[in-house]
């Protein structure tokens, strides 16, 4: 069984940078899974924010691009999402997910079969 424990969210100013992380708890090859970042401000629906598949292949929401680097270390087992230049626009509960494999689209939600329980992120203007 897969666990996933986020950490680092918070509340800063726009302009400001946050550091989210995301722990890989589980007897599985955590190299073996592609994973991402999703988000959800209340009354929206979910929003896969960057993903990182198993082989290394990278990809970032438009919204996202040049603010966003997505990342991971293999020895920590760790997910990171840098975030620079934040907007009021980013305010959400952050949340990171796993999949074993390749799951094709990786910003698309129902592809994903392990889920951390968040981490609220809110940017002030």
């Known amino acids: 069984q897969v666990q996933l424990v986020e950490s680092g969210g918070g509340s800063v100013q726009a302009g400001g940078s946050l550091r989210l992380s995301c722990a890989f708890t589980?007897?599985?090859?955590?190299?073996?899974?592609?994973m991402a970042w999703f988000r959800q401000a209340p009354g929206k629906e979910r929003e896969g924010v960057a993903g990182i598949r198993s082989d290394g292949l990278i990809i970032y929401a438009d919204s996202v691009k040049g603010r966003f680097t997505i990342s991971r270390d293999k020895d920590k087992r760790t997910l990171y999402l840098q975030m620079n230049s934040l907007k009021p626009e980013d305010t959400a509960m952050y949340l990171c997910a796993a999949e074993f494999g390749s799951p094709g689209d990786l910003l698309w939600s129902l592809r994903y079969s392990y889920w951390g329980q968040g981490a609220q992120v809110t940017v002030s203007s």
């Open positions: 589980s007897a599985q090859a955590y190299s073996a899974y592609s």
